[in-house]
């Protein structure tokens, strides 16, 4: 069976991991990236540039996208030059990016009307789980659709769950973001505790991550805070982004959400700081900076 062609749009910290487990497993992939120089490994590993996202459309039978804001999603899926007016019929579109459920949806009312297939497949696992093809993976769209791709997101996922309908995997990983949201301030603070009572943090992580209070968070992130190693696998300045979208959701369902408002509280202040471009985890300096302020 001859395998897909692929377009990639977006090769950042995530996506470029992507892209590459793609390419090794043999898929042809034609790349786009905002800032062309992202994309240049990718390149010399044997993808081929689209200097635009509408010759990327028309050379492509599979369109995955993953962006930063959900404007970005929309102008690259919905504008004159975008994805859905120069993709191929019978094509499917894939949205990876954390986005509105709602946009999800439009997305896929005018893809279905082109006669085109759109999947919303937003991942978790930040930029380990993307460099160890370890995503999760949570597909809403059609069924049919999904299947056909199914193998793909084998190659970059582990964890791979078809959810529903269009946009349920949005509300999937907006269900994923608000757990993690506490949770990180969380480990943040069980860390700077531990630290203040004298105690051997690596025994600490040895006791606490292998019993209730076990994370992905406390397991990947907590030993970067004990090292005030703040590289993002996944931006602040995103995961607000997140929260954002998960309160407005929140608050149309009726939803009172204080974990998440607390978070988004914490995670602004971070921003304030400084600290947008750095990873989830630096939010140990905020907390550790309003200790020494006392």
């Known amino acids: 069976m001859t395998k897909q062609t692929i377009g990639f749009v977006g090769t950042g910290v995530m996506g470029k991991s992507m892209a590459e487990h793609l390419i090794k497993e043999g898929y042809t992939v034609n790349v786009f990236n905002r800032t062309k120089s992202k994309a240049d490994s990718l390149v010399e590993q044997g993808a081929e540039w689209c200097d635009t996202v509408k010759l ?25 030059e975008g994805i859905l007016n120069h993709a191929k019929e019978g094509s499917i579109v894939i949205d990876m990016t954390t986005s509105s459920p709602a946009l999800a949806e439009k997305i896929y009312k005018k893809a279905k009307s082109q006669n085109i297939k759109s999947l919303d497949a937003p991942v978790s696992g930040g930029d380990v789980g993307a460099k160890n093809a370890a995503l999760t993976i949570m597909v809403g769209g059609d069924e049919d659709a999904y299947r056909q791709v199914e193998n793909i997101f084998k190659v970059i996922g582990k964890n791979v769950v078809y959810q529903g309908k269009s946009g349920n995997g949005q509300h999937t990983k907006l269900s994923n973001q608000i757990a993690i949201a506490a949770g990180m301030l969380g480990v943040a603070e069980a860390i700077i505790y531990a630290e203040e009572a004298g105690l051997n943090i690596e025994k600490v992580f040895n006791s606490i991550e292998h019993g209730a209070a076990g994370s992905w968070s406390l397991s990947n992130l907590g030993p970067r805070m004990v090292k005030n190693d703040y590289a993002a696998g996944f931006y602040v300045k995103h995961f607000i982004k997140d929260m954002k979208i998960a309160i407005e959701e929140s608050e149309k369902m009726g939803l009172y959400m204080p974990g998440l408002l607390k978070a988004k509280e914490v995670y602004d202040a971070l921003s304030e700081a400084g600290f947008d471009d750095n990873g989830t985890q630096s939010v140990i300096q905020l907390l550790k900076n309003q200790i020494e302020k006392r």
């Open 56 to 80: 990327l459309s028309q050379n492509s039978d599979v369109i995955i996208s993953i962006v930063g804001y959900p404007k970005d999603v929309e102008s690259i899926y919905l504008s004159e």
